[in-house]
Structure formats: C-alpha cells, structure tokens
T-cell receptor, first 114, second 110 residues
C-alpha cells in the first residue's frame, strides 16, 4: 500500500508568493493532520480533519494560512502571501479511528521562502 | 509553559550503553502517550505506545507516571542504529490532537 504522499518535496519561493502544498492520505484513513517542523519550535500541529471536516485549526498561525480537504483523498495547505518565517518542513499525516496513536507521516515538503 | 517538554540533548553514549529519556506534559487530562522516532531529514515514525502499566518492546521500555505527569523511554544495549531524535507525543482527552515534544537527540558512538 502506498503511504501518505506529499508534493512538492522541495519548494523555494520568494516572499509574497502563494505556496500550495498537497497531501494524499492513506486510503481508508479518516483523520488528516498538517504539521510544521522547525529547529526552534519542533513539530507544531496546524490543523486536523476528520472525515474531510476541519476539527481544530487553532494551530494555524494566521490568516495567511488556509487548509482544505475537498475529498477523502486530497488536502491542501496554502500560504498566501508567504514570508521568510514560513520556511520549514511541512508534514502531512493520516490516521484511522481504531489506530489511536499511530500517525502515518508523509516525507514532508521542505519550504524555503527567500 | 510548553504542553510537552523534553531535554533536547544531545545524549552521546557508547554502543552497548543504557540510556533514558524523560518527557513531561502539562495537561493532567492527557489520555494517550507515545514515543516516535525521527531520523535526520526523515518523517517521524511510531516507536511505541506508552501504557499505564509500562511496556517493553525488545530493548525499549516505556513508562508512564501520571502523578508526576511524565513519561520515560529506556533503551538498553544501545546500537549505532538507535541514533535518532526521539519525540514524546501526548494526546488529550476527547480530542485527536497529538502534541509533539521538540525531541531528544541520541547519538550512539562506536
């Protein structure tokens, strides 16, 4: 079975540009999480979905960030406009109700904003 | 105060040594606890869950102390391949919000 698939793996962009990160969760998983990882702050939960519905977005840093999950097999995290302090690795993870505790992570999207 | 706190390390230990990490959490209502492992420039992966009675998986032992609000991970007979960052993870009651600590870096030396 394919794992969680994220794209792009690397993105370098200039300040002010729009960035869209994509995630395909594992088929059958009903929870999807977006995390951001930096050296200073570690892994921070940005938002999570259950059955495509956003449940908790309290970790989204500000209005420049938005996330959607239009269907069970696809989610996006958008940053508009991007800023240098958004540079980080963004991980998507999925899980299923009965698999409490095991989050399956994608390989991450490494974002650099110049 | 951070919700989940860990000593960042690094812990540099020789092969064969026993090493222990602790992690404290602030929310007394937290329900589930886990240790994840993250290799350099890779994604985190579940190492083991932590049960109230403590649990063991080969060379790894995890324990939970609810009264003092900390969990621990003990690694016996360290291998070079154990070198990684170990992340403490806590899930609150009634939520699927998994909060990660910043990790403890372990380096096992030959």
């Amino acid at each position: 079975d394919a794992g969680v698939i994220q794209s792009p793996r690397h993105e370098v962009t200039e300040m002010g540009q729009e960035v869209t990160l994509r995630c395909k969760p594992i088929s059958g998983h009903d929870y999807l999480f977006w995390y951001r990882q930096t050296m200073m702050r570690g892994l921070e939960l940005l938002i999570y979905f259950n059955n495509n519905v956003p449940i908790d977005d309290s970790g989204m840093p500000e209005d420049r960030f938005s996330a959607k999950m239009p269907n069970a097999s696809f989610s996006t995290l958008k940053i508009q406009p991007s800023e240098p302090r958004d540079s980080a690795v963004y991980f998507c993870a999925s899980s299923y109700l009965l698999g409490v505790g095991e989050l399956f992570f994608g390989e991450g999207s490494r974002l650099t904003v110049l | 105060r951070k919700e989940v706190e860990q000593d960042p390390g690094p812990f540099n230990v020789p092969e064969g040594a026993t090493v222990a990490f602790n992690c404290t959490y602030s929310n007394s209502a937290s329900q589930s606890f886990f240790w994840y492992r993250q290799d350099c420039r890779k994604e985190p992966k579940l190492l083991m869950s932590v049960y109230s009675s403590g649990n063991e998986d080969g060379r790894f032992t995890a324990q939970l102390n609810r009264a003092s609000q900390y969990i621990s991970l003990l690694i016996r007979d360290s291998k070079l391949s154990d070198s990684a960052t170990y992340l403490c993870v806590v899930r609150g009651s009634g939520t699927y919000k998994y909060i990660f600590g910043t990790g403890t870096r372990l380096k096992v030396l030959a």
